[in-house]
């Protein structure tokens, strides 16, 4: 069997008396789109951020890409291809799309050491930096400081970003909070895209899209998994229904 | 037909140079439930924060029950009977819940049966479950109850509520829904911006689409039932 790009194991995480995160076993293959989904307060953003490096767990495992990140530093899990998008978009606001992304490239490439050239001076950065804008449906807004950017494409920056790092894993967190429809639509589009080339965790409480996107789901309740299964499976399980969905399962 | 409530003409607003809302007309009821609607970056929340002085209009009226209000400061139109439900909620967050909705409490609109700390329990029992916990103890939902509660024991004659359902799971959204249908049988005033068109038909007497910074379309539920065109060309659905 193929082993998996993630696999956690028994994670635990407590707040004093509040158990966040209580024995999470979870495992994202190489290749899927892997939907995370729970209710509010089940515990979901305080996975991501012991995945992502950001908050240490109290116990358990977290093998990425066999190794055994679970003590490994947030920079350094960038470093070996796990990348995050965050629940509140994240950017240089005064640079521009082109110079937020080619730091991006310029700190997984190792060249941030020349830091007193002009990041755009480098053309084999810039260059790589136009290619991620484009992939991201940004390549018109090249020069647009980020902070000019409409919400959506400012996400979309973000999820650049992720790509920009060499990302094998991107950890999205809820990359579609605050869009309508029609920018709902242009994000899905873009993880269709990216799915070709990286595995993707994904947090999101857009059912249309989870259902679309995923190729399997996970149910997060009261800090633990209490399902795993195709979008077919989960939309049929009574417990998830009860704690989750309610009547909102997408066809 | 009931009196005016809340009268906007020709609302102007700008961030620096850059005009957001260019001669906005606004009119709810009382006992109305009305929407604003339109894409991000149309100016829907721009609106609210002007109706509310958080960013003052530079041109147009604002009357609220037959006073202008355009000039005043943000606390002063809370007490007048406005309330906001912001986007972020924006709870304190090293209150407990009782504190948080404690500290609001009051009767701006003078309601014989007024809303109270133990009557937002009771439309919210899970806050009730939560009443010493901290702001910040609490999840998304519970938080977006909290915001509403807080909103609801100021008594006040309009509640606007932005963005509220946003970031929820299926189950607390539709916690929400029957919430604000409650209080639109009880005859509470509300104006809702919300991306949910289908359950805001369901909700609300009538809509206000908002494109670049006008009017671009006003009606009725059963008119924006009718015409899908309005959602693809407005709305992006």
Redesign the interface.
């Known amino acids: 069997m193929t082993e998996p790009l993630l696999r956690v194991d028994d994670l635990e995480k407590r707040f004093g008396g509040?158990v966040a995160t209580d024995g999470v076993r979870l495992e994202v293959m190489r290749g899927e789109v892997h939907a995370l989904?729970?209710?509010?307060?089940?515990g979901k953003t305080t996975l991501i951020a012991q995945l992502s490096g950001s908050l240490a767990p109290d116990a358990g495992k977290i093998v990425f890409d066999g190794v055994d990140i679970t003590a490994m530093p947030q920079h350094s899990r960038v470093r070996a291809g796990l990348a995050r998008s965050y629940?509140i978009t994240s950017i240089f606001r005064k640079f521009s799309v082109r110079d937020n992304l080619a730091l991006a490239v310029q700190a997984r490439s190792g060249s941030s050491l020349s830091f007193w050239r002009p990041v755009a001076a480098e053309t084999q950065l810039a260059e790589e930096a136009e290619g991620i804008a484009v992939q991201v449906g940004l390549g018109a807004r090249l020069d647009a400081p980020a902070g000019s950017l409409?919400?959506?494409e400012q996400r979309c920056l973000e999820v650049g970003l992720a790509v920009a790092t060499g990302a094998k894993l991107l950890l999205l967190d809820?990359p579609m909070?605050?869009?309508?429809?029609?920018?709902s639509?242009r994000m899905v589009d873009l993880i269709e895209h990216l799915r070709a080339t990286v595995t993707v965790l994904l947090v999101e409480?857009d059912?249309d899209a989870v259902f679309r996107l995923a190729d399997r789901i996970s149910v997060l309740v009261s800090g633990a998994i209490v399902a795993t299964g195709t979008p077919d499976e989960i939309r049929t399980n009574a417990e998830v229904r009860r704690?989750?969905?309610?009547?909102?399962v997408p066809a | 037909m009931s009196e005016v409530l809340l009268r906007v003409t020709g609302l102007e607003t700008a961030y620096g140079q850059s005009q957001v809302l260019f001669g906005l007309d606004l009119e709810i009821r009382a006992g109305e439930v009305v929407t604003l609607l339109g894409?991000?970056?149309m100016g829907k929340t721009t609106t609210v924060r002007s109706i509310m002085g958080l960013t003052p209009a530079r041109g147009g009226g604002i009357e609220f029950r037959g006073q202008r209000i355009e000039k005043l400061s943000p606390d002063r139109i809370a007490r007048a009977g406005i309330a906001l439900v912001p986007e972020g909620r924006q709870i304190f967050p090293n209150l407990t819940v009782r504190e948080n909705l404690a500290a609001f409490a009051g009767n701006r609109s003078g309601s014989a049966v007024p809303w109270t700390v133990d009557k937002v329990f009771r439309l919210f029992p899970r806050l009730a479950e939560r009443a010493g916990n901290m702001g910040n103890?609490?999840?998304?939902?519970?938080q977006q109850m909290l915001a509403i509660g807080r909103a609801l024991v100021t008594n006040p004659h309009l509640v606007i509520l932005d963005?509220a359902t946003?970031?929820?799971?299926?189950?607390?959204?539709?916690e929400i829904w029957t919430c604000l249908a409650e209080l639109r049988h009880a005859g509470q005033t509300i104006l809702v911006i919300d991306?949910y068109v289908e359950r805001l038909i369901q909700l609300a007497d009538r809509h206000t689409i908002i494109e670049r910074g006008r009017v671009a379309w006003q009606g009725t539920s059963a008119e924006l039932d009718a015409d899908h065109g309005l959602w693809h060309r407005y709305?992006?659905?």
């Open positions: 509040i989904i729970g209710p509010n307060g089940a629940q409409a919400h959506a809820e909070a605050g869009m309508g429809p029609d920018e639509q409480h059912m704690a989750y969905l309610g009547d909102e | 894409r991000n970056g103890q609490l999840s998304g939902g519970e963005e946003e970031g929820l799971a299926p189950l607390i959204r539709e991306k709305l992006g659905v």
